[in-house]
């Protein structure tokens, strides 16, 4: 299957949730919640959202908190300031981190972001 791609020219202030795989490039303001699913945050988007998915890969720029439930991906180029947990986690030299880099704590933030997610 193909993943549901937000192009760069789109801008959402709010919670984006879907039971599919997304590809960002645009900006979201807000929440981001894919649970079971993938998202790749494109070199374009510029994400001030907190994001909850299975796999998760940052090409882009996000500056909030990132639990991947699986595996997080920050390639070459990305820019993350803020909280990424993941039990597996991948950093591409030339990524740039202003935050916390979590693989210890995965279990229990995975925890709150999905309580999170079920009262919203």
Same mark, same amino acid.
């Given at each position: ?12 202030? #709010?919670?984006?949730?879907?039971? +599919? ?6 900006? %979201? ?6 649970? #079971?699913?993938?998202? %790749? /945050?494109?070199?374009?988007? +510029? ?8 796999? /998760?890969? /940052? ?30 986690? %991948?950093?591409? +030299?030339?990524?740039?981190?202003? #935050? ?9 933030? /995975? ?10």
């Amino acid at each position: 299957m193909n993943p549901f791609t937000l192009s760069k020219t789109l801008k959402v202030t #709010g919670e984006i949730s879907a039971e +599919e795989d997304l590809v960002i490039d645009g900006t %979201v303001n807000g929440t981001i919640r894919v649970p #079971g699913h993938a998202i %790749v /945050i494109g070199p374009a988007a +510029e994400i001030k959202a907190d994001v909850l998915a299975r796999h /998760i890969e /940052i090409r882009g720029r996000v500056d909030a908190a990132v639990v991947a439930t699986e595996r997080a991906v920050i390639r070459a180029g990305a820019r993350v300031s803020g909280r990424v947990v993941a039990p597996r986690l %991948v950093v591409e +030299e030339g990524a740039v981190i202003d #935050g916390q880099l979590d693989t210890r704590n995965a279990d229990a933030a /995975i925890s709150v972001a999905r309580y999170r997610a079920d009262r919203s």
